[in-house]
């Protein structure tokens, strides 16, 4: 079952806060160990979708197999199977089980890279390039650039 409040929660969290750098290289690494686990989980689900899929099919070909007394072709086995209820729900499970992982992964990769990101902005505080109030500054003119914009809108 796919956790939408926390999904929201920690994509949320992907955004760099330039004000904040020194709370972003703490709260970080046990943000990427929450996200890692909840993946995990996903790729479980997705593994439990996939093989009660595989029992599903089993058992309702065998099902079929039994009621014309084993006077069935392959194919028309399988394009029974297409029809039957049970599989059609497991089929659905497994790919939303699947959506779900990918969209896991794809948030520990970002947080992945956004922990890249964190160590090459350090790396240019500590050598110099960046100094401490300029996250201030580049703020500050942001901020701005939006007021100008609310006003030439307003005109």
Not at 21 to 34: A, F, V
Not at 118 to 139: F, H, Q, T, V, W
Request: glycine share 4%; hydrophobic share 40%; proline share 2%.
């Amino acid at each position: 079952m796919f956790k939408e409040t926390e999904y929201l929660h920690f994509k949320n969290r992907l955004l760099l806060d330039k004000m904040r750098i020194d709370d972003e290289l703490i709260e970080h690494p046990p943000t990427l160990q929450s996200v890692v686990e909840l993946c995990a989980e996903a790729i479980s689900n997705r593994d439990h979708a996939d093989i009660t899929l595989k029992i599903i099919l089993s058992e309702t070909a065998d099902k079929l197999r039994q009621e014309l007394d084993g006077k069935i072709s392959e194919a028309r086995i399988a394009a029974e199977l297409d029809k039957d209820f049970d599989v059609q729900e497991a089929r659905l499970a497994l790919e939303r089980a699947k959506h779900d992982y990918n969209l896991w992964n794809g948030l520990v990769d970002s947080f992945k890279e956004k922990g890249g990101s964190l160590k090459r902005i350090s790396e240019l505080i500590i050598a110099g390039y960046i100094a401490p109030n300029s996250a201030y500054d580049l703020c500050k003119e942001e901020m701005n650039a939006k007021r100008r914009e609310r006003v030439r809108v307003r005109e």
